[in-house]
């Protein structure tokens, strides 16, 4: 079964640009979630889909949107590039959406690591 | 709000020697817990996680976790430690969102775990 794939693996842009990143779930897997890594503020979570609906948001600024397909591929896109943004963004992939009654764990790609310049 | 620590930046071990990697966890409700591993320029994959009424949980590549309620931790550990083991490890508790159900997940700082031969 394939894993998460996220594409491209790697992105340099300059400042002021904007980019698109995607992800392609695990077959059969309805949720995906968005997480910034970087150095200094670690592991950040930054939005949830389930079924095409945005079900959570992290605490970025609005430059930062994403969304989901019926086939549940999402795609996330970061506006107005600042130096800031560059990190690795990581895709993961969940069977279903996490309820008080289930533990699902997620599934992560390889990320798509982005340097803006 | 839920949370995880990890109170150990780096953690060294020489390989054959049993290994700990520390977590505490701060949660409303039940913990939703879980150990990822990161080697270098890659995701996050997927150890072990927490299931309710196991207080020894076993996972991928031998790991196993230890889960104290009355100590709030959940620390990750392996019974003879290999180089390959070398790599970031991340704890994690998924989010407690009173409207509704979610996959987030909460990480901790991570973990550098350095095996030496």
């Known amino acids: 079964k394939a894993g998460v794939t996220q594409t491209p693996r790697y992105l340099i842009k300059t400042r002021g640009q904007q980019v698109t990143l995607s992800c392609s779930p695990i077959s059969g897997h309805r949720s995906v979630s968005w997480y910034q890594q970087t150095p200094g503020q670690g592991l950040q979570f930054l939005f949830e889909?389930?079924?095409?609906?945005?079900?959570n948001k992290g605490n970025f600024p609005g430059r930062f949107s994403g969304r989901q397909f019926s086939n549940s591929r999402s795609e996330m896109n970061v506006s107005t590039l600042e130096l800031g943004d560059s990190a690795l963004y990581l895709c993961?992939?969940?069977?279903?959406?996490?309820?008080?009654?289930?533990?699902?764990?997620?599934?992560f790609g390889q990320g798509t690591r982005l340097t803006v310049v | 709000a839920q949370s995880v620590a990890q109170p150990e930046d780096q953690v060294n071990v020489a390989e054959g020697n049993p290994l700990t990697v520390k977590c505490t966890y701060s949660?409303?409700?039940?913990?939703?817990l879980f150990w990822y591993v990161q080697y270098p320029n890659r995701g996050l994959q997927f150890l072990l996680k927490y299931i309710t009424g196991d207080n020894l949980v076993k996972g991928s590549y031998g790991f196993e976790a230890e889960f104290n309620k009355s100590q709030t931790s959940f620390h990750l550990k392996k019974p003879s430690a290999l180089v390959s083991d070398s790599a970031l490890y991340f704890c994690?508790?998924?989010?407690?969102?009173?409207?509704?159900?979610?996959?987030?997940?909460?990480f901790g700082t991570g973990t550098l775990l350095a095996v030496q031969p």
């Open positions: 889909y389930f079924s095409e609906t945005q079900r």
């Open positions: 949660v409303s409700g039940n913990p939703y």
């Open positions: 994690a508790v998924r989010d407690w969102n009173y409207g509704g159900a979610t996959n987030k997940l909460i």
């Open positions: 993961a992939s969940s069977l279903e959406l996490g309820t008080r009654g289930m533990n699902t764990e997620a599934f």
